[in-house]
């Protein structure tokens, strides 16, 4: 959860980028912090899981100002997507703010996009957490590949698979060419920013 620190008024909080191996986690992070470098604070740090890997970085979200004073400082992360790295995904899942599930467009996909969803909300229950609850925003990543030999699911297929029971905000992207990455960050840090707000007020 959100570490407030009003001596140095500072709000810190963490954002976990979820999906299937392969999918477009990194390369989401990768974009962001070469893409927003004035809002990113120090270098990427990257945790090698035998070809899997785990990022994170600090990033102030300029943008979105202060919270009730407060300077707001993200932490963000990703987690690996191979089904063996169950135990990493949940220790890197614990104490998030709100969630990136980034699906992958490919039809050949399909089946892992739902199952990392699944394994998404039984982490979230290990923590007590209803998947309902906490801000989660999806990215449909991959919505640039125009190879006539690559087959796209529709963006009603995946919603329908994804999202039918969250109705949570759900964009097309293409983390490789940048496309939909800074709005998908956005629209979570906004989510996370009023739960933590709402939060700050009933605590206060």
Not at 142 to 166: G, H, Y
Request: hydrophobic letters at 40%; one cysteine or more; charged letters at 25%.
């Amino acid at each position: 959860m959100a570490i407030v620190n009003l001596k140095k008024r500072q709000i810190e909080c963490k954002i976990v980028y979820y999906g299937p191996a392969r999918c477009g986690k990194t390369t989401n992070l990768e974009y962001i912090h070469k893409a927003f470098k004035k809002q990113v604070r120090g270098e990427m740090v990257s945790i090698n899981t035998d070809g899997d890997r785990t990022l994170f970085f600090d990033f102030l979200p300029l943008e979105l100002g202060k919270l009730m004073g407060c300077d707001v400082r993200v932490q963000l992360y990703t987690v690996p997507g191979q089904v063996r790295y169950s135990s990493t995904r949940k220790l890197v899942l614990r104490g998030a703010d709100g969630i990136i599930f980034v699906a992958d467009s490919l039809e050949v996909r399909r089946e892992k996009n739902m199952l990392a969803l699944k394994d998404l909300q039984q982490n979230l229950n290990g923590y007590n957490i209803s998947i309902f609850e906490l801000p989660l925003v999806m990215q449909f990543n991959k919505r640039d590949l125009t190879d006539a030999n690559i087959k796209l699911m529709p963006v009603e297929k995946m919603q329908q698979d994804l999202n039918r029971q969250l109705k949570v905000p759900a964009l097309p992207g293409s983390a490789l060419a940048g496309n939909g990455v800074g709005k998908t960050l956005n629209t979570c840090l906004k989510l996370v920013l009023k739960a933590l707000q709402k939060e700050l007020n009933l605590g206060g």
